[in-house]
């Protein structure tokens, strides 16, 4: 690879970077060089010896000539990260690995190390110094993230220096490798199912038998089997793994709404990586991985989508898929892919308004009927779970609307404090919602334990 070269495909998972620039300068060996040269140049000059001039000379025009072979010489260099994985949960480690390869002009590979100055998000631990040996093993680090977003590893700066060490060229490769944290749900204590205000609109839900273990049978295991899903006893009786299959009959439903409108959440902005967010959606984002986690592991499908209509994101899915064209429904065996699409979420415009950083033109950004278009179109009359900000009553109002198949449902609202109780409050509870105001602070459990109760307040902090 050049100094200005063309894209390269990459190689096992990894993604080629591009050197886009570079720049020759003195090593400390180098600028020592050229002081002694310095000052031997004066005591030729002084004491008039030819001897001295000769040394002057000497040590002057090593790291020019040093300099002029980097130029020359044009040191071609390629640079591959790779991510493993690319995507975690918030508090597991991911592996990064560089490979060099330094290639001379005549095409053939050069060995020795190069330095890598590596970028990293001081949330990931910082900045990186590198010893990488160029077409040998790479070098590696470990980076542990601890909440969730988006991170950018890279862009990278390799140092190449001559074989005496008196100058080096610097190439940048500006590329850089994304790392996706998901957030780490939380264990929500048991409730009854009433508590979540099923609306009774669904006549095939209530003639349906409710979860339970009649309702269990087991089969045995399958290669990517959730082993959550593991029944211990059976497996101990059968001596062999047995995994619970709950009779289709049995299952829940429930729709779940997180608000990703940017008017509603307000507060103070701190960054997801490279996404913009605040205090309170991350609040909101935990909590909705923590309800996620939680329903579907007890038999319950959860259709996951924002206030507009549009399906919460996946793990792994691409992105400029249409978003009426994806799936909303999320089992016990898509959970981990829809808990791993919060990774990317974010406070987004309102429809019609200016797009907002890394706005995809042309995306489905729904309307204000996009919600009550979902609900028809997918048959969602199940009880509804919204989680806001600091909604205002329009808003509020729009999501009645959208959720008039539903009937009630409920909603958690969290602002910066829970005793600042949002417009939307009152609107929600005179249609017959059940509303429960938390805090930045407040623990997501008590949230949860707080629904259906009539309490409006959870401000239990963690």
């Known amino acids: 690879m050049s100094r200005r070269p ?244 049995s299952t829940r439903r429930l729709s779940l709404l997180l608000d990703l409108d940017e008017s509603a959440w307000p507060g103070e902005r701190r960054w997801a990586g490279v996404l913009p967010s605040t205090a309170e959606f991350e609040w909101a984002v935990s909590f909705t991985a923590a309800v996620l986690e939680h329903l579907t592991q007890r038999e319950t499908a959860v259709h996951a989508l924002d206030t507009r209509g549009r399906p919460l994101p996946r793990g792994g899915e691409d992105d400029d898929a249409p978003a009426r064209a994806r799936v909303t429904a999320v089992d016990d065996d898509g959970a981990e892919d829809a808990r791993h699409g919060l990774a990317r979420v974010r406070p987004l415009p309102a429809p019609g308004g200016p797009p907002g950083p890394g706005a995809r033109p042309g995306a489905d950004d729904g309307d204000d009927d996009g919600l009550a278009d979902r609900f028809d179109r997918d048959g969602l009359v199940h009880p509804v779970l919204l989680v806001s900000g600091d909604l205002d009553r329009a808003g509020a109002e729009r999501v009645l609307r959208g959720t008039l198949r539903a009937g009630a449902g409920s909603a958690v609202l969290v602002g910066a404090s829970p005793d600042r109780v949002p417009e939307a409050a009152a609107v929600l509870e005179a249609a017959g919602w059940s509303v429960v105001v938390a805090g930045a602070a407040t623990a997501p459990e008590d949230a949860w334990a707080h629904l259906g109760t009539g309490a409006r307040t959870a401000g239990a902090a963690r």
Not at 52 to 75: D, E, N, T
Not at 232 to 241: E, I, M, N, P, Y
């Open 6 to 249: 063309g894209p390269g495909p990459a190689e096992d998972g990894e993604q080629a970077e591009q050197p886009m620039d570079s720049r020759a300068r003195f090593t400390g060996r180098g600028w020592a060089f050229l002081g002694a040269g310095a000052l031997c140049l004066l005591l030729a000059t002084w004491l008039g010896r030819k001897d001295v001039l000769a040394l002057a000379l000497f040590l002057g025009g090593a790291p020019l000539f040093a300099a002029l072979s980097l130029y020359v010489v044009k040191p071609r260099v390629l640079l591959k990260r790779g991510v493993d994985p690319a995507l975690v949960t918030a508090g597991d480690p991911a592996v990064v690995r560089l490979r060099v390869r330094h290639r001379s002009r005549r095409g053939g590979d050069a060995s020795g190390a190069v330095a890598v100055h590596e970028r990293v998000p001081e949330p990931l631990g910082g900045d990186r110094e590198l010893s990488v040996e160029a077409g040998g093993e790479p070098a590696v680090y470990t980076v542990r993230p601890r909440r969730r977003g988006v991170y950018a590893l890279g862009p990278a700066t390799v140092r190449v220096a001559d074989p005496f060490g008196l100058a080096a060229e610097l190439l940048d490769a500006s590329e850089r490798t994304s790392l996706h944290v998901a957030p780490d749900p939380v264990q929500l204590p048991e409730i009854g199912a009433d508590r979540l205000r099923d609306s009774g609109t669904d006549p095939a839900r209530t003639a349906q038998p409710q979860p339970g273990p009649d309702n269990v049978t087991v089969r045995e295991y399958r290669q990517g089997d959730p082993m959550r899903r593991v029944h211990w006893a059976a497996s101990a009786k059968q001596g062999t793994l047995m995994v619970r299959q709950e009779d289709p009959r």
